[in-house]
């Protein structure tokens, strides 16, 4: 199976930025299609965003558009989270998932491949 592994998140102050990094080794990752999503504590886990294997399409919550940016390095198996500008409601444990196929989808159900999660706080 893809085993992916989150990495680069942490306690930011509101209007601060975050970039995390989802990375596998053993498999390549440019065979999959990536997204991020992110459960904030009692609310149900949500889209953030997806890129395709190749990087050339991608797609983003209406929540962060324009302030998030995905994007990935299939040379270095790794696909990355720039957020900028966060807010409070940024605050969440973030997933980066994968499925077999060329583009990503905005249902959790679709992948078979998860990270463990890492933790971005924005608070004062």
């Known amino acids: 199976q893809v085993q992916l592994v989150e990495s680069g998140g942490g306690l930011v102050q509101p209007g601060g930025s975050l970039r995390l990094a989802c990375a596998t080794s053993g498999r390549t990752l440019g065979n999959y299609a990536v997204a991020w999503f992110r459960q904030a504590s009692g609310k149900e886990r949500e889209f953030v965003g997806g890129?395709?294997?190749?990087?050339?399409?991608?797609d983003s919550a209406d929540s962060v558009k324009g302030r998030f940016t995905i994007s990935r390095d299939n040379a270095k198996n790794t696909v990355f989270l720039q957020m900028n500008s966060l807010n409070p409601e940024d605050t969440a444990v973030y997933y980066c998932?994968?499925?077999?196929?060329?583009?990503?989808?905005?249902?959790?159900?679709?992948?078979?491949?998860w990270g463990q999660g890492t933790q971005v706080t924005v608070s004062s």
């Open positions: 998932a994968a499925r077999g196929f060329r583009d990503t989808i905005r249902h959790s159900y679709a992948y078979d491949y």
């Open positions: 890129i395709s294997q190749s990087g050339s399409r991608t």
